[in-house]
């Protein structure tokens, strides 16, 4: 399982993308990025939310994310403002942040995630 978190916005406007792959996980880091992933579900999540169900109004200084997921021949991608990130969502989100073994870089303004 990889999996990709673009994000963007906040009062620079910088986009980051940063990569966990489970493969560069001891076993532990990679059953825990699974469950994260299984938690999150995201392979069951619509790519986009219906307006209905957004919160309030986006705030220039907030960031939006996108999530891309490979696990094997699936994938899947799911783009959320940061207000409209479910709690499990964001676990897996500050999962890929914080990992000592992610890569990182900054990107320029319309680049997607893999």
Do not use: K, W
């Amino acid at each position: 399982m990889r999996v990709c978190v673009l994000r963007g916005g906040g009062l620079a406007g910088l986009l980051t993308l940063t990569c966990l792959d489970e493969a560069d996980l001891p076993p532990s880091g990679a059953q825990q990025l699974r469950a994260r992933g299984d938690t999150a579900d995201v392979f069951n999540l619509p790519e986009h939310l219906p307006d209905a169900q957004r919160a309030a109004p986006n705030h220039p200084d907030r960031f939006f994310y996108e999530v891309s997921i490979r696990d094997g021949e699936r994938r899947h991608r799911v783009r959320r403002r940061e207000q409209d990130l479910s709690s499990a969502l964001r676990e897996l989100i500050r999962m890929v942040e914080t990992a000592p073994q992610r890569s990182s870089r900054v990107l320029p303004p319309g680049t997607q995630a893999e």
